[in-house]
Antibody, heavy 117, light 106 residues
Framework: QVLLVESGGGVVQPGRSLRLSCAAS????????VQWIRQAPGKGLEWVSL????????YYADSVKGRFTISRDNSRNTLYLQMDSLRPEDTAVYYC??????????WGQGTVVTVSS | EIVLTQSPEFQSVTPKEKVTITCRAS??????LHWYQQKPGRSPVLLMK???QSMPGVPSRFVGRGSGTDFTLTINGLEPEDAAVYYC?????????FGQGTRLEI
């Protein structure tokens, strides 16, 4: 059974940093791309970032480019999102998702990030 | 960027009714359009991939159609547990985008 468990969320002041983690189990993590998607309170889904199976290629939404860094450690079956220069508009539930042929076949339960002074 | 526009944004329906949600893309994208269901307080769940391929375990009342720029998700014979927000999602081009969501109230 595929399991994705996000952690690392919390309350942080604007301009500060936070690192999210997503621990994966139940599948061969190193064979799959993984992504971060976020959902602001009461809003829809917003794609944030993708990393390919081997970590060689990354993609970012314009709204986070230059501030967020996605990475992965296949030896630890873990995905990361380093978030720097956080803004109030980054407040959201952050989900990691397993990608198969462009489709998000499994999602974590999400971790809440609140950016507020 | 491919913009996905869903309609309606909200619909109040009764059990056993049929409802159709439309997702229109700002440019042609073949069949790289997928549907997710999100219930309150829960993570999204994949319902349909590549426009019309239903995921295992999804009831047969969910039917996806379309290609190019116009896609639909039809729910035949609504059940109370179908109350949720439904999102379309395109994986054809970066940036990856989602529709704004359609909330079904039953």
């Amino acid at each position: 059974q595929v399991l994705l468990v996000e952690s690392g969320g919390g309350v942080v002041q604007p301009g500060r940093s936070l690192r999210l983690s997503c621990a994966a189990s139940g599948f061969m993590f190193s064979n799959f791309g993984v992504q971060w998607i976020r959902q602001a309170p009461g809003k829809g889904l917003e794609w944030v970032s993708l990393i390919t199976f081997d970590g060689s290629t990354t993609y970012y939404a314009d709204s986070v480019k230059g501030r967020f860094t996605i990475s992965r450690d296949n030896s630890r079956n873990t995905l990361y999102l380093q978030m720097d220069s956080l803004r109030p508009e980054d407040t959201a539930v952050y989900y990691c998702a397993q990608v198969l042929s462009g489709v998000y076949v499994a999602w974590g339960q999400g971790t809440v990030v609140t950016v507020s002074s | 960027e491919i913009v996905l526009t869903q309609s309606p944004e909200f619909q109040s329906v009764t059990p056993k009714e049929k409802v159709t949600i439309t997702c229109r893309a700002s440019q042609s994208m073949g069949s790289s359009l997928h549907w997710y269901q999100q219930k309150p307080g829960r993570s999204p769940v994949l319902l349909m991939k590549y426009a019309s391929q239903s995921m295992p375990g999804v009831p047969s009342r969910f039917v996806g159609r379309g290609s190019g720029t116009d896609f639909t998700l039809t729910i035949n014979g609504l059940e109370p547990e179908d109350a949720a927000v439904y999102y379309c999602h395109q994986s054809s081009n970066f940036p990856i985008t989602f529709g704004q969501g359609t909330r079904l109230e039953i």
